[in-house]
């Protein structure tokens, strides 16, 4: 029988419980309290590393931001594929810094992995359920090399038919029609750049926003370029997009395999793209998963409960 110690005063102020039921089921570890210290006993040395290394890790990010269940459900999943010490050891790296002095990290090893891809690739192609972060990082990415010199502008787009609805049906000038397509992106912006220096950047057109159809005929140079919703897009729009890829020219193609609003006659272009091209070596594929979800725990058991419906598993899918 192999025994570790922890510090037990931190955990006293959690649900203490649940967490040390969730250890002992996991790990196969017996948990007691000697009046100052947790003492873990198991009769795997690995799985009793792996145990003390969770609540370790729980401790350490918690001085930073709370950890729900949810986050600690996430810590458990990583430590028993091995994958905890990496997460961990880059944790603490911020990748941009809002206007409100908010640091941007990310929350999930799949973050991480999106984040390196869209640091070193030309061309990213992320997929991934609502709320694991897809737009909202890439914006992150996109505005930092603006604000670097990397590019000289940003160009977002998205195909618009959401809804069933297309843009010539809908009133106002262009802008009007595809703003409340954009207003996710837009968020996104306003928290990177504040309010005043989005709409700035809008109007002088560093930041250009506009419907995937927009995009036939262009050559898109010194740009970070964003094609949201790309699920969304049919195999030709997708090719026509990528061929339009320039010279300094970086490209995040992001989406949700599970909100695809096509006929069903119709093959979704992010499906398709990752099919053809992912032998391409300078082509990054990510595939960000249910544990990636960031927006709300709540999302994770939505997500889970309607692909259990339908009988799916995005995430061994493509």
Avoid: W
Avoid at 149 to 169: D, H, Q, W, Y
Avoid at 206 to 225: H, K, T, Y
């Amino acid at each position: 029988m192999i025994t570790e110690r922890v510090d037990s005063a931190f955990f006293y102020n959690t649900a203490m419980n649940s967490l040390l039921e969730k250890l002992s089921a996991e790990f196969s570890v017996s948990v007691e309290y000697d009046g100052s210290d947790l003492l873990l006993s198991g009769e795997n040395n690995l799985q009793l590393q792996r145990a003390c290394s969770v609540l370790n890790s729980i401790k350490k990010l918690s001085d930073e931001e709370e950890i729900d269940e949810s986050g600690i459900d996430y810590l458990i999943e990583l430590a028993s594929s091995g994958e905890l010490d990496s997460f961990i050891n880059n944790h603490d790296e911020v990748i941009f810094n809002t206007v409100a002095g908010r640091p941007i990290k990310a929350k999930t090893l799949g973050q991480r992995f999106y984040i390196d891809a869209l640091k070193k690739s030309e061309l990213t192609i992320c997929s991934g359920p609502a709320g694991s972060g897809k737009t909202f990082l890439a914006v992150v990415m996109a505005v930092k090399a603006l604000k670097n010199r990397e590019v000289s502008k940003i160009i977002i787009t998205r195909p618009a038919i959401e809804a069933g609805e297309k843009l010539g049906f809908l009133p106002g000038d262009m802008k009007e029609k595809v703003d409340p397509y954009m207003r996710p992106v837009f968020d996104a912006l306003n928290i990177c750049l504040g309010p005043e220096m989005f709409e700035k950047y809008y109007e002088k057109e560093v930041i250009e926003v506009s419907p995937l159809a927009f995009m036939r005929g262009r050559n898109l140079d010194d740009a970070f370029v964003i094609l949201d919703e790309a699920q969304n897009t049919t195999s030709e729009q997708m090719k026509m997009f990528l061929t339009r890829i320039g010279i300094n020219c970086r490209v995040c193609v992001c989406g949700d395999f599970t909100q695809i609003d096509l006929p069903r006659n119709i093959k979704s272009g992010l499906i398709d793209s990752i099919e053809v091209l992912s032998d391409i070596d300078e082509i990054e594929i990510i595939k960000l998963q249910n544990r990636d979800i960031v927006r709300n725990s709540l999302v994770q058991k939505i997500v889970k409960a309607y692909n259990d419906r339908e009988g799916v598993n995005y995430e061994n899918n493509f």
